[in-house]
Each structure stands twice: as C-alpha cells, then as structure tokens.
C-alpha cells in the first residue's frame, strides 16, 4: 500500500548520487577506497568517539562488539525485552544466554533497578537499548557495571544524536553500536558501526570484521573472522548523510514539537523526554491511554494514508525466546500493547503534522472523546 505519509523516508540532498557516481567512477566500490575512512573519521569526530569502525548493518555491529569483548558460552548478557530483536538475537550468536529485564514505565528505557536485581555470577555485560531516541540512565548503569567489573554495549541503532548533558550515547559504554538502515536518522542503505574505547578491542573488532585478517602477513588468517565489512559506496552515502546529521536532528526536534502541540488533551502520551537529556526522536512515539484503542486508531490512520508501526513485541513473549507470559515484564507489556510510532521523517512539513494530528483527533471524537 502506498501511504500519503509513510513513517519514515530518509532525507537524500543529492550529494549521495554526487559522491557515489565518485566512487563508481574510481572503480573502488568494494569494501576498500577513500569514503570508508571519511565516514569513520565523521562519525567518531560527530560523536566524540575514540574509534570508529564501519561494518555492512547494525546487527553484525553488535554481533562483533560483542565477540570483540569474548562474551561467548556460558556468559550472560542482560538485555531489555522491549527492544527490536536484533539486540537479542546478537546475544545469541556468541552462544551467550539473553537475560531480560523490565522497562521504566517514563521514559521507556530499561530499568535499571532490574538490571540490579538480575546481576549473577555469570553476568558478562549489560547491553542499554537506547529505545527510539530516548536515553537510558548511563551514569546509574556506568556505576553498576563498574561496580560489579562487567562490560557496558550501548545499542544506539535508533539515538544517533541523543545526548545526557552535554556527552552523547554511545560514548559511555565499553563499545557501542550504530544503524544505517534506511528508516535511521541518518543511512547507508544498509550499513553499521562500531565504537570502542580500548584500542586494542577496536584493532580486533577491525580484525573479526575482515575475515580475521592477520596484521603482518598477506592472506594469513589466525582467527575466525566475518565478512562484516561496509562497502566503499555505502560509505560515500553516510560521508554525504553526515554533511547534513545535525540539520536532520534539528528537523526532527521541530517535528516533536509540532506532535506536542497538535495532540494536546487526547487520552494518550507522548514519549517523554528525561530531564537533562536530548530526546533525538528518532520516532516519534505515544502510547493511548487504552490499550484497545490502539490497533484501531492505527486502522483509522491507514485508511486515511498515514502509516504507524506498533511499539516493539517483547522479545522473551517470542517461541524461540521461550514464549514467556507477557505479564512477567508488567511495564514492557504495558507499552507494547499501547504504542505506537507516527510519521517521523525529516521533510515532514508542519501543515503535514497538523494533518495527520487532525486524523488522530478525529478517530477519539468519532468515538466519543475530546
């Protein structure tokens, strides 16, 4: 179905074609050729990162952070259950056991008074999921980790951009990790990244991305590696993509606002934004106040042509996660069942907001409501 406003489009300048038609034309189109390194060199200077490591899409970014690390079997790694899948699913690669925790009913993120609670002796690591642009409480989980000698992976696949204070997610943990996806604040089309403190776990993360190449002998392998490296013409996207990050977050803080504004008094919430953080609204997401509003409201947008998604399921509800009871994680249930994402793309207009927040009041007043 073609949708009026779809919930996301990246914002492509022009400059993409222009730099891509570059790289096509130097025939370096693989993973090797100059963009690689200026997209790194961008991103970890846009971010405050001490290393920069591209790689082919954000799933294999947390994948290799996490191997990068040698979390593996009989390693534990606690993980929010309200989070898209790919932050689980990497866990288990390593053959390391997902160990959920609960959200916080404010902010989304997950609790960290859960993660307290779930800490073992097998505990290797905590991974926060930055949910939909919302930062989670890194200085509580930085002392927490420091205090109990675990690892911290940032999973910021959706908050490039979100800072606490001044610093900017993705710079607290150990490593972190970044989505280019089309639907992201910025894209590659399918791309990824890697940030990491510790130089030598950045030299093996560059390492385990490139087939476990040795470093002083041609076609030598002494690891098991991967085939998780980006390619040059992806990289010439995101150099163009980050010519243009901080006007794209500025677009989406006006979008936030103008939701704010056009949804005044409706029985349902916007995703707040915590005191001393910058919310990137990578998705601009409400919760209704009843949960079987929400699949309907969602059916009334689509017929007028404004696409949503639902919030995340909560993975450990999933078969293979072990099909758990939803009400085992009160608050993770509480928001899927509620949520949803409304058009967030950056060349939203604000007569386009006025728009789609008209359609929304219209499906409550249809139903008896302000």
């Known amino acids: 179905m073609s949708y009026q406003y779809p919930v996301y489009r990246p914002r492509l300048t022009g400059r993409e074609r222009e730099l891509v038609l570059e790289c096509i034309d130097s025939t370096w189109i693989s993973s090797k050729g100059k963009f690689i390194g200026e997209f790194e060199s961008k991103f970890a200077d846009f971010i405050g990162a001490e290393h920069a ?6 799933t ?3 994948h290799v952070a996490l191997e990068a690390l040698g979390i593996g079997p009989g390693d534990e790694v606690i993980v929010p259950t309200l ?4 932050s689980v699913n990497a866990i288990l690669y390593t053959g390391a056991t997902p160990v959920f925790v609960d959200s916080e009913q404010e902010y989304w993120q997950l609790s960290v008074d859960d993660v307290r609670a779930k800490i ?9 999921v930055h949910l939909y642009g919302q930062a989670c409480d890194m200085e509580a989980l930085v002392a927490l980790a420091a205090e109990h000698s675990i690892y911290l992976v940032e999973d910021c696949a959706e908050a490039l951009g979100t800072r606490i204070g001044d610093r900017f997610v993705g710079t607290f943990g150990d490593v972190a990790t970044f989505s ?5 604040t910025i894209t590659t089309g399918e791309g990824g ?3 990491a403190k510790d130089p030598a776990v950045a030299n093996l993360i560059s390492r385990l991305k490139g087939q476990g190449l040795a470093a002083n002998r041609e076609y030598w392998h002494d690891i098991v590696g991967y085939n998780y490296r980006m390619t040059n013409i992806c990289a010439a996207i995101g150099c163009a993509q980050m ?3 901080e006007g794209v977050i500025a677009q989406k803080q006006r979008i936030a606002e103008w939701y704010a504004q056009g949804l005044t008094g409706l029985p349902l919430a916007r995703h707040a934004v915590k005191p001393g953080t910058f919310h990137s609204f990578w998705m601009v997401s409400v919760i209704t106040d009843a949960a079987e509003d929400r699949d309907p409201l969602r059916e009334h947008l689509k017929a007028v042509g404004v696409e949503t998604r639902p919030l995340f399921y909560p993975v450990h509800t999933m078969s293979m996660y072990g099909g758990g009871d939803p009400a085992a994680f009160p608050v993770a249930d509480h928001l899927s069942r509620r949520g949803l994402n409304l058009p967030s793309y950056p060349d939203l207009a604000e007569d386009d907001v006025s728009r789609i927040c008209g359609h929304i009041r219209a499906y409550f007043s249809r139903n ?3």
């Open 193 to 195: 990244m890697v940030v």
């Open 60 to 62: 294999v970014a947390l």
């Open 368 to 370: 008896g409501r302000p």
């Open 53 to 58: 490591l591209s790689v082919s899409n954000g």
């Open 243 to 245: 010519e243009d990050v």
């Open 83 to 86: 989070t898209y899948i790919a």
């Open 120 to 128: 073992t002796e097998r505990t290797k690591a905590i991974m926060p």
């Open 180 to 184: 280019f996806f089309g639907n992201k």
